[in-house]
């Protein structure tokens, strides 16, 4: 007969949706995740399981490190626990907010239990934004002027020159101005190779620079640090016009925590008890 072809096929279907899905092979309803969940889940007692545990205490928000991996993050208020293998252990701590400030230590772990790690990243922070301060201008000496270590980076005319000064803020001050001619050609040096004869390692990004000197009609003085040579320029052209910013400088007029290295050459001294 027709059907008895069939016959057997059909009872293999049957007997099969009798079977259980999880004899099958098949994940039961809600547990598509289940090796990963199990992967954590074997990640964490096995971190548990482990003889050393540092907690981590920190004076500003920081992103913690231990041996090359990251750990967690730390909360002044929020400590951090952390299990790990006996021996040397290496810690980095990143600020949140500040990433150039960087805090590294080595502790030992000689036998099981548990040990305080405080992060002094405050004292990073501190650190970072005065290398970072002292690294952005160049102080004259000669002169007693502060330049910033670049030009505005785009074309502009007088008036936005003007304006872009005013507003900046750099090295941790706010009192930038638009300099007087002199004050630009003291910065040129016929040492430098560099396209543009200029001292301080600044990075000029064209050869011209606005000054300040404007006699009130349509062209102020320009130098041009490429021939060391000063230009009237209309004070409404802008292509290949950039705007150098300068103010006075002195050892006493530096915030303090850039005074020590930066004014005299020497090394900032560290501050004491640094642990």
Same mark, same amino acid.
């Given at each position: 007969?027709?059907w008895?072809?069939y016959l057997p096929?059909?009872?293999?279907?049957v007997l099969?949706a009798?079977?259980?899905?999880?004899?099958?092979g098949?994940?039961?309803?809600?547990q598509?995740s289940?090796?990963?969940?199990?992967?954590?889940?074997?990640e964490?007692?096995s971190?548990?399981?482990l003889?050393?545990l540092?907690?981590?205490e920190?004076?500003?928000?920081?992103y !913690?490190?231990?041996?090359?991996?990251i750990?967690?993050?730390?909360?002044?208020?929020?400590p951090?626990?952390?299990?790990?293998?006996l021996?040397?252990?290496e810690?980095?701590a990143?600020?949140i907010?500040a990433?150039?400030?960087?805090?590294?230590k080595?502790?030992?772990?000689?036998?099981?239990?548990?040990?305080?790690?405080?992060?002094?990243?405050g004292?990073?922070?501190?650190l970072?934004?005065?290398?970072?301060?002292?690294?952005? !201008?160049f102080?004259?000496a000669k002169?007693h002027?502060m330049?910033?270590?670049?030009d505005?980076?785009s074309? !502009?005319?007088?008036?936005?020159?003007?304006?872009y000064c005013?507003d900046?803020?750099?090295g941790?001050?706010d009192d930038w101005?638009?300099?007087?001619?002199?004050e630009?050609?003291?910065l040129?040096?016929?040492w430098q190779?560099?396209?543009?004869?200029?001292?301080?390692?600044?990075?000029l990004t064209?050869?011209?620079?606005w000054?300040?000197?404007?006699?009130?009609?349509?062209?102020?003085?320009t130098?041009?640090f490429?021939?060391?040579q000063?230009f009237?320029?209309?004070a409404?052209y802008a292509i290949g016009?950039?705007?150098l910013c300068?103010r006075?400088?002195?050892?006493?007029?530096?915030?303090?925590?850039?005074?020590?290295?930066?004014?005299?050459?020497e090394?900032?001294?560290?501050?004491?008890?640094?642990?």
């Amino acid at each position: 007969m027709w059907w008895s072809r069939y016959l057997p096929g059909a009872l293999f279907v049957v007997l099969l949706a009798s079977v259980p899905g999880a004899a099958r092979g098949a994940p039961a309803a809600g547990q598509d995740s289940a090796p990963v969940a199990d992967a954590a889940d074997e990640e964490a007692d096995s971190d548990a399981e482990l003889p050393g545990l540092l907690i981590f205490e920190t004076d500003a928000p920081s992103y !913690v490190y231990v041996d090359g991996e990251i750990k967690g993050r730390v909360e002044p208020d929020t400590p951090l626990e952390v299990r790990v293998e006996l021996g040397e252990v290496e810690i980095r701590a990143v600020g949140i907010g500040a990433s150039g400030a960087v805090w590294e230590k080595t502790v030992e772990l000689p036998e099981p239990g548990e040990q305080t790690v405080r992060i002094r990243m405050g004292r990073a922070i501190r650190l970072w934004r005065r290398e970072e301060r002292q690294s952005a !201008v160049f102080r004259d000496a000669k002169t007693h002027l502060m330049w910033p270590k670049r030009d505005n980076g785009s074309d !502009v005319d007088l008036r936005r020159a003007h304006a872009y000064c005013s507003d900046m803020e750099t090295g941790g001050f706010d009192d930038w101005r638009l300099p007087l001619l002199e004050e630009l050609r003291s910065l040129e040096s016929i040492w430098q190779r560099a396209p543009y004869k200029i001292k301080g390692e600044i990075l000029l990004t064209e050869c011209c620079m606005w000054s300040s000197e404007y006699d009130g009609t349509a062209r102020a003085w320009t130098f041009n640090f490429r021939f060391r040579q000063a230009f009237q320029t209309n004070a409404g052209y802008a292509i290949g016009l950039r705007a150098l910013c300068v103010r006075p400088w002195s050892p006493e007029s530096e915030p303090e925590e850039t005074k020590g290295g930066a004014a005299t050459g020497e090394p900032p001294a560290s501050d004491p008890g640094d642990g």
